[in-house]
């Protein structure tokens, strides 16, 4: 299995482009998350699906941010128009019920 | 969820034990100690997780007192691979669903020679 995927691996936009950040979930793994991680906030979780349904948004930093799966094995997380704060590293990670979450490289996502 | 409470940094030398100590004081019933570790710009990974008895894998050993107010995550051989920040967290879990992983600060250890 290759795990989840998450593309680019590094995005350098700026400011006021709308920037798309995609991932790739395990296969057969019915939960995606995305979180967002920075040195003040540390990591926290932004909204997550389950069974491509969006269950918990509350995360969500603001209208600007937004997050669809179309199904089972792709989700993406759209930011628009890009601010220098949203500058972080975005995790995507996917879990089967309770079992322990799988996460993936993450993308670095650098607004000038 | 219950908040957890860990050190700030610890040091271990490599080939040794390398003990972190986890505070979860307000842990209710139903909630599971969870361990993840987050090794240098890679994503968080899963260690180990456990509701009232001892749990070992092939990674880890988690030690949780009988009152279930703390735990220990063990790593029994530590390396310099080990090096990374380790998360405690604590949540509900219920059968067929998934709640959401808060994470904390953590604990940094670092593996030396």
């Known amino acids: 299995d290759a795990g989840v995927i998450q593309s680019p691996r590094h995005e350098v936009t700026e400011m006021g482009q709308e920037v798309t950040l995609r991932c790739k979930p395990i296969?057969?793994?019915?939960?995606l998350f995305w979180y967002r991680q920075t040195m003040m906030r540390g990591l926290e979780l932004l909204i997550y699906?389950?069974?491509?349904?969006?269950?918990?948004d509350s995360g969500m930093p603001e209208d600007r941010f937004s997050a669809k799966m179309p199904n089972a094995s792709f989700s993406t997380l759209k930011i628009q128009p890009s601010e220098p704060r949203d500058s972080a590293v975005y995790f995507c990670?996917?879990?089967?019920?309770?079992?322990?979450?799988?996460f993936g490289s993450g993308t670095r996502l650098t607004v000038v | 969820d219950a908040k957890t409470t860990q050190p700030t940094s610890m040091d271990c030398a490599e080939g040794r034990a390398a003990n972190l100590p986890c505070n979860h004081s307000?842990?209710?019933?139903?909630?599971?100690v969870y361990w993840y570790r987050q090794i240098h710009s890679q994503g968080p990974q899963y260690i180990i997780h456990?509701?009232?008895n001892n749990e070992t894998n092939e990674m880890a050993s988690l030690i949780i007192t009988e009152d279930r107010k703390s735990s220990t995550l063990i790593l029994p051989h530590a390396t310099l691979r080990d090096t990374a920040v380790y998360y405690c967290?604590?949540?509900?879990?219920?059968?067929?669903?998934?709640?959401?992983?808060?994470f904390g600060t953590g604990t940094r250890l670092q593996v030396t020679l």
């Open positions: 456990g509701l009232k």
């Open positions: 296969s057969g793994h019915d939960y």
């Open positions: 990670a996917s879990s089967l019920a309770d079992y322990g979450y799988t």
């Open positions: 307000t842990i209710s019933g139903n909630e599971y």
């Open positions: 967290i604590v949540r509900p879990s219920s059968t067929g669903t998934a709640s959401k992983l808060t």
């Open positions: 699906f389950n069974n491509n349904v969006p269950i918990d």
